[in-house]
């Protein structure tokens, strides 16, 4: 599976991606290690990585958690990665998580994946809720969410604890699949 836009793809994450998450989240730390702390700990190098994509492969073929990795077409160039995660099949809904380099912002790189993933995920999974949880602070991927026509629902008290940090209050998008 790949799904293409403009000269980028996404693609499910494979085994020999795992020197590009490495280099990915180390050039990135400091953006990851506030909302993307196990991501980063689980890559701090490359065998690290390579334990880290073993078991994210492994989790996308038991359906438990899906991750994606976002390249340039042509280069093959890493932009950043995906989740869909938190997958409760009963209700069929799903959480979206995303991070892309620094380069990359700004672009509208994370909208349209977000915007194709949420298409894949409704279509081909049969989710039919897809949740972003985002910090009131996080302006950017605030604009991903509205952009992709989330819809604010409410404020999560308490719910990310970043390292070192308080609990964080954490705002609440959902996008509804509607069947026309």
């Not at 604009?143 to 070192?164: D, M, S, Y």
Request: charged share 30%.
């Amino acid at each position: 599976m790949q799904l293409n836009f403009d000269s980028h793809k996404i693609e499910p994450i494979k085994l020999e991606d795992a020197w590009n998450v490495c280099n990915f989240v180390i050039s990135n730390e400091n953006r990851l290690k506030r909302f993307f702390p196990l991501t980063l700990k689980e890559n701090l190098t490359p065998e690290l990585s390579k334990i880290f994509t073993e078991k994210k492969v492994k989790e996308f073929h038991k359906k438990e958690e899906f991750l994606f990795t976002i390249k340039e077409q042509n280069t093959n160039q890493f932009v950043g990665l995906i989740y869909l995660k938190k997958l409760d099949w009963v209700k069929k809904e799903g959480e979206l998580a995303y991070c892309v380099g620094y380069p990359f912002e700004g672009k509208g790189i994370t909208t349209n994946t977000v915007k194709l993933l949420s298409d894949y995920a409704f279509e081909n999974l049969n989710l039919k809720t897809l949740q972003i949880i985002v910090h009131k602070d996080n302006i950017a991927s605030i604009k991903v969410a509205e952009n992709c026509n989330f819809t604010w629902i409410k404020t999560l008290k308490n719910e990310h604890t970043p390292p070192g940090e308080s609990a964080l209050d954490m705002e609440l998008y959902e996008l509804y699949h509607e069947i026309e």
